[in-house]
C-alpha cells in the first residue's frame, strides 16, 4: 500500500533521513522507533507528502504521493501530530468538523453526511459527550482523542461510498506529554481502532512514532528502528527489539537494557 525506497532528508548540513527504505503493507500496524533525532518525524512527514525528500520517494498503491492531488490524499492520509495548537477556542465538535475539509468543495458548508461523521469519530473515540465543551477545557487525554476523532472524521468516506481504497493513518508520539492513565487510554484506543477496522473488513492502516516500547511491541505487528536517520532494524517486535539492538541504538549497556525485554516481550 505504502511504500518508501531511499529516502534521503537533509536540513542544510544535518542529514535526517539516509536511503530509509520502508514498506507498509495495507491494514498494518506499524510502530516507527528510535532515539531523539533519529528521524522519526521527519519520516513521517515524508509519508504523509508534506515534506519531499531530497531522494528517493513514497508511493501510495504504486503511484508517487508527491504527483497526487493533495485533497485526493487528504481525503485518504490523516496526520495526528505531536502537539495541537489551536488558534481560536473552538468546541469539541468544531475540532471534529475540521477533518472534513477535504471533503468539501470551494465555499461548501458541511452537511448533515459531514455532521453524522464527525459524530461518528467522536463516538469511536469516546468523546461525543464532550461535543459541546471547548478544546481548551479538556484534558490532555481528552484533547488527544478528539484530535484523533478529526483525524477519523477526515478520513470517513460517506461522501464517497464507493470508493473502496484503504485509509492511512499517520500518529506522531501520540502518548507523548501524557500521563500514565492517558497513555494506556490512548494506546487501547488505536489499538481497538485498528482491530474493528479489520473486523468490519475496511481495514484501516496506521503508522506511529513512539518511545514507548512496551506500547510498540504490544500493539504493532511490526516495529522500524531509527538510528542517525537510517534503518537498523525492521520486522515483528519479538525479533527487532533485543538486548543487542537497544544497547546498540540507545547506547545503553546490555545490563541496562535487558531489564526493558520482559515488559518488551511480555
Keep these: 500500500m505504502l511504500r518508501a525506497s531511499d529516502l534521503t532528508v537533509a536540513f542544510g548540513a544535518q542529514r535526517v533521513l539516509d536511503r530509509v527504505s520502508v514498506d507498509v503493507p495495507q491494514g498494518a500496524l506499524v510502530g516507527v522507533l528510535g532515539p531523539n533525532g533519529s528521524g522519526k518525524t521527519t519520516l513521517l512527514r515524508v509519508l ?30 490523516a496526520v495526528v501530530p505531536q502537539d495541537t495548537h489551536l488558534a481560536f477556542d473552538y468546541t469539541v465538535m468544531e475540532v471534529a468538523l475540521m477533518g472534513r475539509f477535504p471533503h468539501l ?58 470508493d473502496r481504497t484503504s485509509p492511512l493513518l499517520l500518529l506522531d508520539e501520540p502518548t507523548a506529554a501524557l500521563d500514565l492513565r492517558y497513555q494506556v487510554e490512548v494506546a487501547a484506543l488505536v489499538g481497538r481502532l485498528h482491530a474493528s477496522s479489520l473486523a468490519a473488513g475496511m481495514p484501516l492502516t496506521v503508522v506511529l ?41 540507545y547506547g545503553i549497556s546490555r545490563e541496562l537494557a535487558g531489564p526493558l525485554l520482559p515488559r518488551v516481550h511480555a
Design 48 to 77: 504523509a507528502g508534506t515534506l519531499k525528500p531530497q531522494s528517493g520517494r513514497v508511493t501510495l498503491d504504486e503511484q508517487d504521493i508527491s504527483r497526487l492531488d493533495r485533497r485526493a490524499v487528504a481525503r485518504r492520509v
Design 105 to 162: 468543495g470551494s465555499f461548501e458548508v458541511e452537511g448533515p453526511a459531514d455532521l453524522a461523521a464527525a459524530e461518528a469519530a467522536l463516538e469511536a473515540t469516546g468523546t461525543l459527550h464532550l461535543a459541546h465543551r471547548t478544546y481548551e477545557t479538556l484534558s490532555g487525554g481528552e484533547k488527544q482523542r478528539v484530535i484523533i476523532a478529526s483525524a477519523l472524521s477526515q478520513l470517513d468516506r460517506r461522501n464517497s461510498p464507493d
Design 209 to 249: 512514532s513512539t518511545h514507548d516500547l512496551h506500547f510498540a511491541s504490544t500493539l504493532c505487528d511490526t516495529v522500524v528502528l531509527l538510528s542517525e536517520g537510517r534503518v537498523v532494524a525492521q520486522g515483528p517486535p519479538v525479533e527487532v527489539l533485543t538486548v543487542e539492538m537497544l544497547s546498540t541504538v
